[in-house]
């Protein structure tokens, strides 16, 4: 889940090099000078006056020159990640598809490894082992959707098992790696550019990775904010893997695998 704080959408481009808009004491502009950002605003500040009830209001002009070339790298090293601990975990937003049971295994028990052979067995940093476990009926309509596309009841069964798998370790993932949110909060120029994402689910190494998701996408989001600005990102990776572009390929590849297993000339 990704939350925008600020929405910068409404400026002008700065393709013809100039951007001028409104602010709400006054006006600014922006120009782009060789390798500078030339930006102009014009405002009033108000005042306390002690012998009258109403501020003064001064009319005041600032002139900032700036070079308009930012770091892809300075972006990312920006971006703070931390536990997300208000979003809380995906099942307590009541979504049927998270629901499981857990199976916790209390200390010194004499079946230890009977528990740890156990496929859904998890090992947190904090608190007891458990065993994560879903009762199949939560998979009727994924077996009732293989069945009517043709599959035999042996096919359709392996193919519930591997979905029962898959959702097994996203359920385990939140409870070894925990829910993670990524924000970046930086201002330039006078301008604060904010953005953030909350509620991301997956590996603490890979979520702290400049070049993997979430880092990645809150960095496009970021970047599109200061070009509109008249700022160019330099060392920029291309092309980037966006969430959305990850998201479609998975379910272009989950097509592809549901078209093959009810093939029969494999």
């Known amino acids: 889940m990704r939350e925008r704080v600020i929405d910068l959408s409404d400026k002008q481009s700065p393709a013809t090099g100039y951007i001028v808009r ?9 120009r782009i000078e060789g390798e500078y950002l030339v930006i102009e605003r014009t405002g009033y500040e108000e005042e306390h006056t002690p012998y009258y009830a109403e501020n003064a209001r001064v009319w005041l002009t600032e002139r900032i020159i700036i070079p308009r070339r930012i770091p892809y790298t300075w972006v990312t090293s920006r971006i703070s990640v931390f ?8 099942w307590d937003d009541v979504y049927d598809e998270w629901e ?14 009977n528990f740890r052979s156990r496929y859904g067995f998890t090992q947190p940093l904090e608190g007891a082992q458990r065993v994560i476990t879903i009762s199949d009926d ?30 097994i370790d996203e359920i385990k993932d939140v409870y070894m790696e925990g829910v993670w949110a990524v924000e970046f909060d930086e201002t330039i120029a006078g301008i604060q550019y904010q953005d953030a994402m909350y509620a991301i689910i997956g590996k603490a190494v890979d979520i702290q990775d400049p070049q ?17 600005d008249g ?8 092309p980037a893997i966006t969430s ?23």
């Open 244 to 266: 959305k572009q990850e998201r479609r390929k998975r379910k272009i590849d989950d097509i592809k695998y549901r078209l093959n297993l009810f093939n029969r000339s494999t």
């Open 138 to 167: 939560r998979f009727d309509d994924e077996y009732a959707w293989a069945r009517k596309r043709g599959a035999s009841k042996q096919v359709a069964r392996e193919f519930v098992a591997d979905k029962k798998r898959a959702r």
């Open 100 to 113: 499981h049971d857990v199976e916790y295994i209390p200390m010194g028990n004499c079946n230890w490894d």
């Open 22 to 30: 409104k602010t709400e004491t006054g006006e600014e502009s922006r």
């Open 231 to 238: 700022f160019v990102v330099t060392g920029r990776p291309r």
């Open 83 to 90: 536990p997300d601990d208000d979003s809380g975990t995906p």
């Open 212 to 228: 993997k998701y979430p880092i990645c996408d809150l960095a496009e989001y970021v970047i599109e904010a200061l070009e509109r």
